[in-house]
């Protein structure tokens, strides 16, 4: 049942930073990651909604700090990050959702201005934000990363350009970062939300309104609640499926040793580190316990020592049988690591398939 423990679902006691907070669906996404029990960093270009969210979730019992953070200045993403990771001890969970409504047409005199201030508050606030918190989440147990892209990546909407061009931007990014980020078992994901009753929607005319929620299947548009239960469940550890790239670490570490002395041991560590199956202690007990039970039969072979057995030469210093005692020590640990690791495979295989069905 160890592997459910891994798998757990709360956010209890982690932190999780938030921008766009203040209102809308980011401020459904603080309340519900601290109701349950998580540390939020409540952050928003508007101070004073930014306190107000902050103090309302401390009113209930959570956890919650609040940061003035424009996005689009990268100093202060820096700053911010860094305090918040300070004050809570950590920092688990970035959740990217600060975004900001530009309508401009093509040939707007003003298009270059409100092209510039979308794109670096939807698209290239993202990889600032990253970059500032991947020294904290590389040290955490569970980090994860949530960016919210839009409908708007895959269709269009007329007017909004650079909204569209942020968005499809997210997208991308978001599958990059998830393939480059797996190796430090960072989990990366986006939600694509349509349109949703947030305060930058409800200022649209009604018959705008009814002609959006015309077009949605259920008739009616999405509430920032449902955006932040989907945020929420993002974080939900899925486990890697095993493959034979674990079966071939384990094979070449614990063999590798004796038929290719150094190439198949280090052919073998990286298959280990390079795989999101294994977790860090995992990966140190392969790399650090095998190797020894590698040395150890090196050394016995060119010493010809049989400790303890027969064939032992009579004139055997105490040293020489300390030496033989101590290699075939370090020979039951390697093996003991090997099959250890190759139980735990078995496991993760076992629950990657349950978990498929």
Do not use: C
């Amino acid at each position: 049942m160890s592997d459910f423990k891994q798998l757990s679902r709360s956010v209890k006691g982690l932190t999780v930073l938030v921008t766009g907070a203040a209102s809308g669906m980011g401020r459904a996404t603080a309340l519900v990651f601290a109701a349950e029990g998580a540390n939020v960093a409540v952050t928003d270009i508007n101070a004073e909604t930014t306190q107000a969210v902050a103090g309302e979730i401390a009113a209930t019992g959570g956890s919650a700090k609040a940061w003035t953070l424009d996005v689009a200045r990268p100093d202060e993403i820096i700053k911010v990050v860094n305090d918040v990771a300070a004050h809570f001890g950590a920092l688990d969970i970035v959740i990217n959702n600060a975004g900001i409504s530009v309508r401009v047409a093509i040939d707007d005199e003003g298009y270059e201005a409100a092209w510039a201030k979308g794109l670096a508050v939807m698209l290239s606030a993202h990889p600032r934000i990253i970059r500032a918190a991947l020294p904290h989440l590389r040290r955490s147990k569970s980090p994860r990363i949530v960016n919210i892209a839009s409908t708007e990546a895959l269709g269009a909407t007329a007017l909004h350009s650079p909204y569209s061009a942020a968005k499809a931007g997210v997208a991308a990014l978001t599958v990059v970062w998830a393939k480059e980020l797996a190796r430090h078992e960072i989990r990366v994901n986006a939600i694509a939300p349509g349109f949703i009753k947030t305060e930058m929607v409800a200022s649209m005319k009604p018959e705008i309104l009814e002609k959006m929620a015309a077009g949605i299947p259920a008739g009616r548009l999405g509430e920032p609640d449902e955006i932040a239960a989907e945020a929420r469940a993002r974080l939900d550890l899925q486990p890697a499926k095993p493959g034979s790239r674990e079966g071939w670490a384990l094979v070449l570490l614990a063999v590798g040793g004796f038929f290719l002395p150094l190439i198949g041991w280090l052919v073998g560590v990286y298959l280990l580190w390079s795989s999101a199956v294994w977790s860090r202690t995992e990966k140190l007990i392969g790399t650090l316990a095998t190797p020894v039970g590698f040395v150890a039969p090196a050394f016995l072979a060119q010493r010809s020592i049989s400790p303890g057995g027969a064939g032992t030469n009579t004139d055997t210093s105490t040293s020489d049988f300390l030496f033989g005692y101590g290699a075939l020590f370090m020979v039951v640990l390697g093996l003991a690591a090997i099959i250890y690791l190759a139980v735990r495979l078995r496991q993760r295989s076992k629950l990657a398939a349950r978990l498929a069905q």
